[in-house]
């Protein structure tokens, strides 16, 4: 029940922010439709600007085409505006003709959402890149707070085995199973398997191990809950009952 909570408040977040990049690329398109301005001449920053509300859901957000970033919300040099970064969410979304969600690359925990802006002729024009830290932004904070019991933790990662969230922060942005052995059901999560059983978590330590999956975002959300505290009540009740 805890996860179930927690992973549909995380696809709720991914769904907002899908929505505020494909309606920002429709006003875009529309503008160009009515003719104000030939799509690749629109003062596309001074579009950003009317939308305040992007600060709010985006630490970044660039809108490119082909030859290169043509407006942006931050600075240059802030985390995401990377010739590297620029070019994956360009030529992924290009080649996918989609709105995409890139997984953390470089070991940078990044979340980037891309949503392609059509001109009149159905083809690509620009392509919008907003981005998020996932380790040092608010994104995971709801799932931190419903940790299990005063020991245990929440963790996320991709079905590729990046990942994305742990209490840990070392282990954020990493691939998992890449310095020791994956557990079964771990892999098995990443195979779209729901469910529990008791293992061991990244510690070692006897636990009561979760998994969820996080809509069709290909997510995973995760929780340790460490074996003496989950099994106390029951160890408690049997002692009673013995003695």
């Not at 995409?100 to 470089?106: K, S, Y």
């Not at 608010?138 to 299990?148: C, E, G, K």
Request: proline residues 5%.
């Amino acid at each position: 029940a805890l996860l179930t909570s927690a992973a549909a408040h995380l696809a709720f977040e991914l769904e907002t922010k899908h929505t505020l990049l494909r309606t920002l690329a429709e006003e875009i398109a529309l503008q160009q439709a009515n003719g104000a301005v030939p799509i690749q001449d629109m003062p596309v920053q001074d579009v950003l600007a009317h939308h305040p509300g992007l600060r709010q859901a985006f630490a970044d957000l660039v809108v490119l085409d082909t030859a290169g970033r043509i407006a942006g919300l931050q600075q240059p040099g802030y985390f995401l505006r990377s010739q590297s970064a620029d070019h994956r969410c360009l030529n992924e979304t290009m080649r996918a003709r989609a709105a995409l969600m890139l997984e953390p690359a470089g070991g940078k925990g990044a979340l980037l959402l891309t949503q392609p802006v059509l001109d009149a002729s159905g083809r690509i024009a620009h392509v919008l890149c907003g981005g998020t830290s996932l380790e040092h932004s608010s994104f995971f904070d709801h799932a931190a707070r419903l940790r299990p019991g005063s020991t245990g933790h929440l963790f996320a990662l991709t079905r590729s085995g990046a990942v994305l969230y742990h209490p840990d922060r070392i282990r954020q942005a990493r691939m998992v199973g890449t310095t020791e052995p994956l557990p079964t059901m771990a892999r098995a999560a990443m195979h779209g398997w729901e469910g529990w059983h008791v293992g061991a978590d990244s510690q070692g330590r006897p636990s009561l191990l979760a998994y969820k999956q996080v809509g069709n975002s290909g997510w995973i959300l995760g929780s340790a809950f460490p074996a003496d505290e989950a099994f106390a009540t029951i160890a408690s009740a049997r002692d009673l009952a013995w003695t």
